[in-house]
């Protein structure tokens, strides 16, 4: 009963996080847009038309995404809440790299874009060694080393990595 619980709460937060990802309504106008604003856009159209404003309502959308993460799994027992988590990384990972992938196929094999491609890749790398860092033994330390480091710390990393990929999609899915 308890894997059937944990696999529902898995579908939901797949759902939502596919739902915060592709609906427009999570973000918002010139200065705010308004759902109607960007109703029938892809995120990355709303973007282009309204920019940081957009982008901030965006990453709003990701942490309200992240938190409700961790309300759902609070719900799973002790250990299911490890799995659980688990689970949502390694999602969030994928799409971290299969956007990053895409994100590298979108610039140009010529001189210039070489050298793009490799100042992305450092990019890449340094922020990889920010999210570890920051998720690492930051969070253990904070909780004290205490039953929830682990949970917390997986929940950083599902956190950064959704909002570092709604980054790379902000700046290359228009490519």
């Known amino acids: 009963m308890s894997r059937l619980f944990a696999a529902a ?3 939901a937060y797949v759902g939502m996080l596919v739902t915060m990802t592709f609906t427009p ?4 106008a010139p200065e705010r847009p308004t759902p109607e604003t960007c ?3 892809d995120p990355t159209a709303c973007l282009d038309r309204h920019g940081e404003a957009a982008a901030r309502a965006l990453d709003k959308a990701y942490a309200d995404a992240a938190s409700k993460l961790s309300a759902a799994c ?8 490890g799995a659980c ?9 994928k799409e971290l790299n299969e956007t990053y992938a895409r994100a590298m196929k979108s610039i140009e094999n010529d001189e210039a874009g070489r050298k793009w491609r490799e100042q992305l890749k450092l990019a890449q790398q340094a922020w990889l060694r920010f999210r570890d860092a920051d ?5 253990f330390s904070e909780w004290m080393n205490g039953t929830g480091a682990g ?3 997986v929940a950083c990393q599902v956190g950064h990595t959704v909002a570092r990929t709604a980054e790379l999609r ?3 899915d228009r490519r």
């Open 170 to 172: 902000r700046r290359y």
């Open 135 to 139: 998720c690492g033994d930051l969070v």
């Open 25 to 28: 309504q999570a973000m918002a």
């Open 151 to 153: 949970a917390a710390a």
């Open 39 to 41: 109703s029938m856009d």
């Open 9 to 11: 709460v898995l579908g």
């Open 85 to 93: 988590l688990e689970r949502a990384w390694q999602i969030a990972d």
């Open 74 to 81: 609070a719900e799973v027992i002790s250990p299911g809440i």
